[in-house]
């Protein structure tokens, strides 16, 4: 891959690769498209170009936690959800309560949430969470009972569109997934009662490095 044909073929081929994957490719996984030895550098180099080519339209090219991908930008996602008026899954607080404390103080036992909640913590808000893929074991406390220590997944920073946890937002706009309390039906409900609201925990609550 020494000339610029074979460069801008190296391109295309990345870039189609990329329009048509259903999820984030990593640079690993788009080596694997050529037989060729091709360095990482140079793919990021050439991702960084696709990224710039594509600037200011509607489709944009998106470094994520697992890899790359292309996506709407925002503002075009009015229009596209007339396409699609099926409304996206939202969250009972006990949920996004949860999702925030192992967010931004993992890894954590659900003791430690529990604590922190002043509540316990129903094993459906945490199914919800590990069913969804946003959560995941990452090992047991060294304590008797050795509880599982939770942790974020790489998912859950992809499906918030994130490269790492030092991108997570204020605590509070977590909040604009929660179901307000007067709707019956809640994804993941614990019943509780007294729980805080997200702001109210905002300043105990600082997110971690990775």
Same mark, same amino acid.
């Given at each position: 891959? /020494?000339?610029?044909?074979?460069? @801008? $073929?190296?391109?295309?081929?990345?870039?189609?690769?990329?329009?048509?994957?259903? !999820?984030?490719?990593?640079?690993?996984?788009?080596?694997?498209? &050529?037989?060729? =030895?091709?360095?990482?550098?140079?793919? @990021? %180099?050439?991702? *960084? =170009?696709?990224?710039?080519?594509?600037?200011?339209?509607?489709? *944009?090219?998106?470094?994520?936690?697992?890899?790359?991908? &292309?996506?709407?930008?925002? #503002?075009?996602?009015?229009?596209?959800?007339?396409? @699609?008026?099926?409304?996206?899954?939202? $969250?009972?607080?006990?949920?996004?309560?949860?999702?925030? +404390?192992?967010?931004?103080?993992?890894?954590?036992?659900?003791?430690?949430?529990?604590? +922190?909640?002043?509540?316990?913590? /129903?094993? /459906?808000?945490?199914?919800?969470?590990? *069913?969804?893929?946003? +959560? *995941?074991?990452?090992?047991?406390?060294?304590?008797?009972?050795?509880?599982?220590? $939770?942790?974020?997944?790489?998912?859950?920073?992809?499906?918030?569109?994130?490269?790492?946890?030092?991108?997570?937002?204020?605590?509070?706009?977590?909040?604009?997934?929660?179901?307000?309390?007067?709707?019956?039906? !809640?994804?993941?409900? =614990? %019943?509780? !009662?007294?729980?805080?609201?997200? =702001? %109210? #925990?905002?300043? @105990?609550? !600082?997110?971690?490095?990775?």
């Amino acid at each position: 891959m /020494s000339t610029i044909t074979d460069l @801008n $073929y190296l391109k295309i081929v990345l870039e189609t690769a990329l329009l048509t994957a259903t !999820e984030p490719l990593s640079v690993s996984q788009l080596k694997k498209l &050529f037989t060729e =030895d091709i360095k990482a550098s140079l793919l @990021n %180099d050439i991702l *960084e =170009d696709i990224q710039a080519d594509w600037r200011g339209r509607g489709v *944009e090219l998106v470094k994520l936690a697992s890899g790359w991908r &292309f996506r709407a930008r925002a #503002e075009f996602t009015p229009y596209l959800s007339r396409l @699609n008026p099926e409304k996206p899954p939202r $969250y009972s607080r006990a949920v996004m309560e949860t999702l925030a +404390i192992i967010a931004y103080k993992q890894p954590v036992t659900r003791g430690d949430i529990e604590s +922190i909640r002043g509540v316990s913590v /129903s094993t /459906s808000v945490m199914q919800t969470l590990l *069913e969804r893929g946003w +959560i *995941e074991v990452i090992g047991h406390k060294d304590v008797p009972g050795r509880p599982g220590l $939770y942790a974020t997944t790489r998912k859950f920073l992809d499906d918030l569109g994130f490269v790492s946890l030092r991108d997570l937002p204020p605590l509070a706009d977590l909040g604009t997934l929660v179901i307000p309390d007067a709707q019956p039906q !809640e994804i993941g409900s =614990d %019943d509780a !009662e007294d729980t805080l609201p997200l =702001d %109210d #925990e905002a300043d @105990n609550l !600082e997110p971690q490095a990775e």
